[in-house]
């Protein structure tokens, strides 16, 4: 049996928190607002580089931000 490793994020509640869009936030970050959409409905996984450029625009570590889930 193959181990399916999924990503989960909190990108959408971080982004409610700050009262950000996605195109605001893809602005801060340098990223198109379909990256952060891809991101938010977990169709992306992002780079170490984005991950932490969000973790410091958001303030929070990035395993905060970021969650593997693991799948049987």
Partial sequence: MEL???MKNRIKV??????????ELAQKIGVSRQTISSIEK???VPSTVLALKLSQLF???VNE???LDEED
């Fill in 4 to 6: 399916q490793l999924e």
């Fill in 14 to 23: 971080e982004r409610a928190i700050l009262d950000i869009t996605q195109e």
């Fill in 42 to 44: 977990n169709k992306y």
């Fill in 59 to 61: 303030g929070k570590p």
């Fill in 65 to 67: 931000i970021f969650e």
